[in-house]
């Protein structure tokens, strides 16, 4: 048992384990953006690896490859950022769950571990409507994973304003606890640290560019690799409680 490669394995292998009921799969869905001067700009990509390599380990399930590059319209100020349409990442959402429910996945774990894909991906949920026979889960609601990392940053004593949403204290650890050779540390700085709610508010519907020039939002520079496995384990326990948590009540999880 443990986690299943899908991009390693054959296709009469994947057969097989369906066939022998294992028919979970967990799709995670990054981004390729800036995130300040100190993050490639992988780093929400590579979330999605690791978090949902954790999360398919414990669940016994299939891991998909994740889905590089998502909705980071307000980071295309910054050089090297890619972004898709939220027209073109529905497509991508719902075009992805058909092919793996045709399979015959039971349950589709929809990860997103970049903010902007949370909410395209609802839309993207909306479009396709209930398939029979299968449970697709979804991360729709970013303040269920948010207020894992806000919970963890304030047992550390961490502000808010410190952990930021994007290349802050949380991101920065979890980058050196995931990828340290990635991390430029000494380029770390602050960036917009003022009021969360109507930071957010602006960050996504003007862009990042317009609260910080260097892209941050937050403070890395307390980030260590030791609270990023504090955030990683927790962030893990809440998808693997989450998508445990569906199967008995067959709801919308988040
Ligand atoms: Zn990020």
Redesign the pocket.
């Known amino acids: 048992m443990g986690v299943l490669d899908l991009e390693r394995m054959t296709w009469p292998e994947v057969r097989a384990e369906l066939d022998g009921g294992r028919d979970t799969v967990v799709v995670p869905f990054g981004?390729v953006?800036q995130?300040g001067p100190h993050l490639p700009l992988g780093?929400?990509a590579m979330?999605g690896d690791e978090i949902g390599r954790a999360a398919a380990e414990r669940l016994n399930a299939f891991l998909a490859p994740t889905i590089p590059v998502g909705c980071s319209r307000h980071h295309l100020a910054f050089a090297g950022t890619m972004s898709v349409e939220e027209e073109t990442f529905c497509r991508i959402v719902g075009d992805i769950v058909k092919a793996l429910a045709g399979h015959g996945f039971r349950r589709i774990v929809l990860l997103p571990?970049?903010?902007g894909n949370f909410q395209p991906l609802g839309e993207a949920l909306a479009q396709l409507g209930p398939l029979e026979g299968v449970e697709v889960i979804a991360f729709k609601d970013v303040g269920v994973l948010a207020s894992a990392t806000l919970g963890v940053g304030a047992e550390m004593g961490v502000s808010a304003a410190e952990g930021g949403i994007?290349?802050g204290e949380w991101?920065t650890s979890m980058m050196l606890a995931l990828r340290p050779e990635l991390v430029r540390m000494e380029r770390a700085e602050p960036g917009y640290v003022g009021d969360l709610a109507s930071g957010m508010q602006r960050f996504f519907s003007e862009g990042v560019h317009v609260l910080a020039d260097n892209g941050v939002f937050g403070d890395p520079r307390r980030a260590s690799a030791e609270a990023g496995r504090k955030y990683i384990e927790r962030l893990v326990e809440v998808v693997v409680r989450t998508v445990e948590e569906s199967q008995s009540d067959e709801g919308e999880p988040a």
């Open positions: 981004a953006e995130h780093t929400d979330f571990t970049h903010g994007h290349a991101e």
